[in-house]
């Protein structure tokens, strides 16, 4: 499979995407052509597991740089966990996309690609990530004792939590919390400013985990993929998911996963009240808020979406599509709480608030048109994240499970530096040695 850059026609390999993280030119790495991937899960069945699955459609993306024997092999090192798909009624069903180790939808992107890292590098490596909320402590999961691989985390200021200070490379591991005298945005830029710096970029072997990297997106569509397999015998009417959207990965890999035929009748883009897209999929300009409104569903507080530009290249490259195949809703706060609160009395099920915009954008989409379809909600996040919100308005005590209450636990960053370019190369040249 290869890929190009939004910005140009120039293609590389799977592995140089991966490997590279983000294109010279400053933009992000697409699918230059798709392959075909009916002949596998079309004739899978509700007994299929996860793995099964994305052992099966694996040598597809990675051909030509690992034989079907490798790739079987990183299906195998990424997941022992899988989505859980649980059919409500004749309209509604949740894919539960937080059994990973973290709780939260990234765990399958991060975990596969980590595996595929491993297996494709050839010497030593060094995988940046910004961090916030838990996405740190799922790339630390992920990366920890990967072979000839350092896991570099950048935290802006505040509170580093859930991370196992035992696997720091201080201590004999191999991940390197560092923490940025700044805001997340300044360990974004720091993180971009050292892609784009090829000398630098080359000099350390650096790539990244973050959603701009094509190598943890993409494997967000095999999850598209598990639920289609696991409710084809159940239902007949078209199928519809709801999308959390904040970054927008979500949604890009749902497209894809359309493109590897995935038969989906559309996708609900369920955004908070930051409508970081505002009419944009109707056909308007993309004008961005300057900062984002606070909700109490935090990780949707996006103005400019990381992905922007994958979503633009899909809607230049099939603009009927968007509009005909993506459908905008957007969810206030009180209606997250509202629905949180109707999806346990009617179905007993816990949402957490960004699962919960979701669930009300595809219950509103049911209501305003008589769809003819099944809809599916991503469930991205345990409720247990969001423990004594979701208690406050169900009245049920939420059992946290152990795993996700050691991400409580304050763990202490391996250096302290200032938002500057120069600090952080001297922070890598001493990992690097």
């Known amino acids: 499979m290869l890929f190009k850059s939004t910005r140009s026609e120039s293609v590389v390999s799977f592995k140089e995407a991966i490997l590279k993280g983000c294109p010279l030119d400053g933009g992000l790495f697409v699918p230059a052509s798709v392959p075909d991937l009916r002949q596998f899960f079309l004739y899978m069945d509700s007994v299929t597991s996860y793995t099964e699955l994305v052992s099966a459609i694996s040598p597809s993306f990675l051909k030509g ?132 710096d090829r000398d630098f970029a080359e000099r350390y072997s650096i790539t990244s985990a973050n959603a701009v990297n094509i190598g943890r997106l993409l494997p967000q569509a095999f999850y598209y993929l598990y639920a289609f397999v696991k409710l084809k015998g159940n239902i007949t009417d078209d199928l519809v998911f709801s999308v959390p959207c904040g970054n927008f990965a979500n949604l890009i890999a749902g497209l894809y996963a359309w493109k590897f035929g995935l038969p989906v009748h559309g996708f609900i883009a369920a955004m908070n009240a930051n409508n970081s897209f505002g009419g944009f999929f109707s056909g308007q300009s993309f004008n961005p808020a300057p900062a984002p409104i606070v909700t109490n569903s935090p990780a949707m507080d996006v103005c400019y979406p990381s992905n922007y530009e994958r979503v633009f290249s899909f809607y230049q490259e099939s603009p009927a599509v968007m509009k005909n195949m993506v459908f905008p809703e957007v969810i206030d706060d009180a209606t997250t709480i509202k629905t949180i609160r109707s999806a346990w009395e009617k179905f007993g099920i816990l949402l957490n608030p960004h699962s919960a915009v979701a669930f009300a954008a595809a219950e509103r989409a049911f209501t305003e048109k008589d769809s003819g379809s099944h809809c599916v909600v991503l469930a991205t996040g345990h409720p247990a994240k969001t423990a004594d919100f979701v208690s406050r308005i169900t009245g049920q005590n939420i059992n946290i499970p152990q795993k996700l209450a050691m991400l409580k636990n304050m763990s202490t960053p391996a250096a302290l530096i200032p938002p500057e370019l120069d600090a952080f190369e001297s922070a890598i040249a001493a990992v690097a040695g």
């Open 65 to 196: 740089d690992i034989n079907p024997i490798a790739a079987a092999r990183v299906v195998e090192s990424a997941f022992d966990f899988e989505p859980e798909v649980q059919q409500l009624d004749e309209k509604f069903s949740i894919l539960k996309l937080y059994n990973g180790p973290t709780g939260v939808f990234k765990d399958f992107g991060i975990a596969y690609l980590a595996a595929v890292i491993e297996e494709l590098n050839n010497g030593k490596a060094i995988v940046l990530t910004a961090a916030r909320h838990d996405t740190g402590v799922s790339i630390a999961h992920a990366f920890h004792k990967r072979k000839n691989i350092t896991a570099v985390i950048l935290y802006p200021s505040g509170p580093i939590r859930g991370l196992d200070e035992s696997a720091f490379v201080q201590n004999g591991g191999n991940i390197v919390p560092i923490q940025i005298k700044g805001c997340f945005d300044d360990c974004q830029r720091i993180i971009s400013s050292a892609m784009l």
